[in-house]
Nanobody, 118 residues
Framework: QVQLAESGGGLVQAGGSLRLSCAAS??????????MGWFRQAPGKERESVAA????????YFQDSVKGRFAISRDNAKNTVYLEMNSVKQEDTGVYYC?????????WGQGTQVAVSS
């Protein structure tokens, strides 16, 4: 069974920074074979993709609203993916979920809450 555990969420002031982590575990889980990414869900809104990175780390994706502010990275030795959030805005508030995806299979974490205050 694969488990993804997010951490690092919390309350941050607008303009500040936050780093989210997502640690993956599982007896047969090969982290290096999975694309990793982050979605978020704001109150009353649908879940949306924020950032993603392919298995090699060579290709990344960012939602337009976070380009230039967020960064995604992965440490295959630690089975962990990170989301560095800089210059946060109130519209970045939401529950952030990490996922691992490979060959049509997607695993999700339970989410971590991020709240941006004015």
């Amino acid at each position: 069974q694969v488990q993804l555990a997010e951490s690092g969420g919390g309350l941050v002031q607008a303009g500040g920074s936050l780093r989210l982590s997502c640690a993956a575990s599982g007896r047969t889980f090969s982290f290096g074979r999975y694309a990793m990414g982050w979605f978020r869900q704001a109150p009353g809104k649908e879940r949306e993709s924020v950032a993603a990175m392919d298995w090699s780390g060579d290709t990344t994706y960012f939602q337009d609203s976070v380009k230039g502010r967020f960064a995604i990275s992965r440490d295959n030795a630690k089975n962990t993916v990170y989301l560095e959030m800089n210059s946060v805005k109130q519209e970045d508030t939401g529950v952030y979920y990490c996922y691992a995806r490979s060959r049509g299979t997607t695993y999700w974490g339970q989410g971590t809450q991020v709240a941006v205050s004015s």
